[in-house]
């Protein structure tokens, strides 16, 4: 299991999603509602050579839902709890399985880039996941 095949993972359980999904900063002037997701920590468990085990990772993700209402946004919220709340999401292409371990959510504000005088509504997910080779 690859360290991309994980960030390509990532990226297709939020694809799946009913908005944009982009990597590290949202493109000027995209539509709304969309998911910025940036992995901001990673770390893996290193087995012993000669013995037989998958590769384990822990890593923290940064999702942030911007939308036109508080409404848009916290629906979007449930839908990136949903994804994991059922068990490990599987990704066949990418070899791993993804495992919820930590969820925490901040709303907010931030003023919008066209130019307009009114505020984009925005959630800040800090999701911490496991993640192990299939």
């Given at each position: ?62 999702v942030i839902i911007f ?68």
């Amino acid at each position: 299991m690859s360290f991309s095949g994980i960030h390509k993972a990532i990226y297709n359980t939020l694809f799946s999603k009913s908005a944009d999904t982009f990597v590290g900063i949202r493109a000027a002037g995209s539509p709304l509602p969309c998911f910025v997701y940036e992995i901001t920590s990673a770390t893996i468990d290193i087995s012993m050579t000669g013995v037989l085990s998958k590769n384990h990772w822990t890593l923290n993700v940064e999702v942030i839902i911007f939308g036109t209402t508080v409404d848009e946004v916290t629906s979007l919220v449930n839908d990136v709890a949903s994804i994991y709340s059922s068990g490990p999401v599987n990704d066949t292409p990418n070899l791993c399985s993804l495992t919820l371990a930590g969820f925490s959510v901040v709303m907010g504000t931030e003023s919008a880039d066209d130019g307009m005088q009114d505020l984009t509504r925005t959630a800040t997910i800090s999701l911490t996941l496991l993640v192990q080779e299939d």
